[in-house]
């Protein structure tokens, strides 16, 4: 009797127990979509270890979990790893980086991508604000692989999220509805893609919102705009003239070398770590707040050089926390560099330029980015025989003139059994000191014959003079001039063809000056060194 005794009560312990799990996930539906999302990542790396197709669920670690217990590359779902074209593929390195020098230590900075999800029920969708609207969705959008990787990684399907995305962002669409079938996992890879693909977009946040459905499908989507929509039109100009205060500069110079490093070295000078700066994620901070985190240096080096015409990526990954760098081809070769990493109180060159190899004890690339090429440089050749070579081809005694002979002792193998790491330390030539950026835009200035105070360098300041300068010449048939870099013209060619100059500074000027009637004709003088005068020919009553 006590025996059955026993077993009812356990029987009714574990109904009741089951009456208030049910209780509990009934009245937290976060708790059903977090369960939701654990079983669909067991689902997933199942399915990659199956060799099925699968969502993107498993791509995406917790920042607690060792990087080494990764699901294989080559073996994740859902990714379009074909777009490498039979280029080299990333390899993770054997051991998680470590090795953080006292330098650089805290130089970090990089917020990962954060979503917040709501389920909701089927008969709530008809009542979503923005229900069957999907904004725009760039249909017409294409994109070069070569600069815009991400977006290539994507399958077909998830490229039209994307397009989609992108298009909303531009107009300012905050809310819309998905042009096809997304899943929340594989909404998370897309915005990554675009975010990732497009430092221009610096007013996009590193967040997002989405409600979906208990399948998992996403009935709507809500990007978030930092505080910059507020005044974009200025935001942009004051962004451009920025960048091009420092791309105009470089394009002067010969290779994609030389352009990159003056990009490195101007970015250096130009921006300062600062943890606590404002929209620190975004190449804004950097390039107009002049203070940002490793995201904001790297989405701002990112963003010169793509107007340079190099391709460059933003890659995100594991320095001892969650850090950002980037990734550069030169001579078709893919190479790392970390700005932030060489903007130490004595900017350094340890971090330009580097293979996967060197960068393997400090930096670890997760989530999308490790889908970019591999960074292996530029082919390693032999190493020369330093030995002279007779004309009967035996090698002189070596022992004849030695003290003309040169210390050889740093180019002995010290370790035999790592002769790929001897190899590499070769005494390096003599370097010529490099001008700065200073130097070079004192140069151009002298080659247009012009002092620095006479330029405008962004649409803002353009704006300002032209509207002191018209209200100084007053009403009639008058003429007046300013000096800016050759690369601004295109920004001021446009306002006129727009007509947004009459905002940006003929509205208030005729306001001040108390005139109804304006008319103009624009004449452009090359002056040399990347700049031009233009002359306003003006009529006002």
């Known amino acids: 009797m006590k025996v059955l005794k026993t077993i009812f009560f356990f029987i009714m312990g574990l109904i009741m127990m089951g009456c208030v799990g049910i209780l509990l996930f009934a009245l937290n539906p976060s708790l059903t979509a977090m369960l939701a999302e654990k079983v669909d990542r067991i689902d997933s790396a199942q399915a990659g270890q199956d060799g099925q197709s699968g969502g993107l669920g498993g791509l995406f670690q917790d920042k607690e979990e060792p990087a080494d217990s990764q699901v294989p590359i080559e073996s994740q779902p859902g990714i379009n790893t074909d777009w490498l074209e039979g280029e080299s593929g990333y390899e993770q390195p054997d051991i998680a980086p470590v090795e953080v020098p006292d330098s ?41 692989r070569e600069v815009y990787p991400y977006y290539a990684m994507l399958e077909a399907d998830m490229q039209q999220i994307y397009n989609q995305i992108y298009a909303n962002a531009l107009s300012l669409t905050a809310s819309f509805t998905p042009v096809t079938t997304v899943s929340v996992n594989q909404l998370k890879t897309v915005f990554e893609a675009v975010y990732n693909d497009h430092p221009e977009l610096f007013w996009l946040d590193t967040g997002y919102s989405c409600k979906y459905l208990r399948s998992g499908r996403c009935a709507e989507i809500t990007l978030k705009f930092n505080e910059t929509v507020d005044y974009l039109e200025q935001a942009r100009m004051n962004f451009e003239g920025a960048a091009r205060s420092i791309t105009d500069q470089a394009q002067s110079l010969g290779s994609p070398y030389e352009k990159e490093k003056y990009v490195h070295d101007a970015l250096m000078e130009l921006a300062e770590y600062d943890v606590t700066s404002p929209m620190n994620q975004s190449a804004y901070s950097a390039l107009v707040g002049g203070k940002s985190v490793c995201a904001g240096y790297a989405r701002a080096f990112q963003y010169m050089m793509q107007m340079l015409g190099i391709p460059c990526y933003y890659c995100t990954g594991y320095a001892g926390e969650d850090h950002a760098w980037n990734i550069v081809k030169l001579d078709g070769a893919y190479r790392n560099v970390d700005v932030t990493w060489d903007d130490t109180e004595e900017p350094t060159y340890n971090y330009f330029n580097k293979t996967d190899r060197e960068y393997a004890a400090t930096h670890r690339r997760t989530g999308l980015s490790v889908y970019l090429p591999a960074c292996e440089g530029a082919e390693e050749k032999p190493m020369p025989d330093t030995r002279d070579v007779t004309e009967d081809g035996n090698s002189p005694d070596v022992t004849e003139d030695a003290g003309d002979t040169e210390d050889i002792s740093d180019l002995i193998n010290p370790n035999p059994i790592q002769p790929m790491e001897w190899q590499g330390k070769v005494r390096e030539e003599p370097v010529e000191p490099q001008p700065t950026v200073e130097d070079k835009k004192q140069e151009n200035l002298n080659k247009a014959g012009i002092t620095e105070e006479q330029v405008r360098d962004t649409m803002q300041e353009y704006y300002e003079d032209c509207q002191k300068l018209l209200e100084g010449v007053g009403t009639g048939d008058r003429q007046f001039t300013n000096v800016v870099p050759e690369t601004l013209w295109n920004s001021i060619e446009q306002a006129y063809n727009k007509g947004d100059y009459w905002k940006g500074y003929v509205n208030q000027a005729l306001k001040n000056m108390g005139a109804e009637y304006f008319a103009i004709q624009l004449q452009v003088e090359s002056l040399g060194g990347g700049y031009y005068r233009i002359y306003h020919n003006v009529y006002t009553y």
């Open 104 to 144: 650089v230590s805290g130089k970090m900075g990089y917020e990962p991508v954060q979503e917040e999800a709501l389920e909701i029920d089927e008969d709530e969708v008809d009542n979503l604000p923005e229900a069957k609207d999907p904004g725009e969705i760039g249909s017409d959008l294409t994109f070069d």
